[in-house]
């Protein structure tokens, strides 16, 4: 069995990345693996240690840190997030592609760290309608859309430097979209290696045998 | 439109390349253009100039090569074979994908002049299915065909050299996993640089106009 992919999604703020992630694992299963972060932010309501987060302490996740248990992490607002490798590895090393739902900063760590991983960037059709979206959520404040937005000319500097762009125009399209691409990423030379030495063994052995 | 992209297909004699290639232009017509190839070599019974290969003399390959007219070009068997130009960057222009049938050292020249360019390697599941390939045709001498696996044998050194490779075990299964990797590619961030610039510019706009 091949090791799964480790493939980075980033994206604006109010992109549709959650949703996405969560149609791919359902329309899937088996196939992907959803990484949880750790984080030293309080818990909101409704999420559960574990499935949104690790909630960890800022000892703990420093710890992990100094451990080297951590395969990316990054500060927002003076709290921590990353990915704890354990969990990782062990998806990857059972065949499933992990999906590290991340920010900017730690995507490009992973690209530095992990010259194959598999980089994405999902961003809606245009800004009007990234703001359309934002707005759309009803829970936010115009201050609150306003921040995301800077935030978005930010992140949108580094798009380049992702692998693959992935336009959310629609839901279900783009989940297909996603998961042929990846599927795409499975015949890379670089992942077929065992298959290649294999086959320059036998030619060998065929022409000598002749 | 987006510009179509540059497509080479390599791979053991063999392998199944061609049968692939014109099952793809039949499924998908419109979407890809197979480039034909001039060559100093006579024409074959059956082939056609323009269809199989432009047939040209050598005096004339020659100049294309000093007029700087032919992407690659390479000599088997002391003869020319290599890309003209002209109809690769009209039909790219026009937005499609296009499809080149070329061997090794061709390969290797566009790889160094086009480094957007998709390189895939085609092979079969192994080697002695590729002899029993070869075999089955009925056309080769024995000789032929042991020359074709030694050739094999020099052309499996290069074959992390592709950026992907397609494993030829069954032909639709193949032709769709070969479909689906080019249209992922047109995912590439550098294949979407108009509409990265085009949504930094509106992001900004966006808010600078709040």
Sequence with gaps: MDKGLLVVVSGFSGAGKGTMMKRLLEKYPGVYALSVSATTREPRPGEADGREYFFVSTEEFEDM????????HARYVNHYYGTPSGYVEKQREAGRDVLLEIELQGALQIRKRYPEAVLIFVAPPGAEELRRRLAGRGSETEEA????????VEEAEYME???????NDDLETCVEKLHALIAGQH????????????????LKALVEGE
């Design 145 to 152: 859309i306003a921040a995301r937005l800077n935030r978005a």
């Design 187 to 202: 015949m890379r030379s670089r992942e077929q290696l065992p298959f290649i030495h294999e086959m320059k063994k036998e």
């Design 65 to 72: 840190i100094a451990k080297n248990e951590l395969i990316e």
């Design 161 to 167: 430097n992702y692998d693959y762009l992935l336009i």
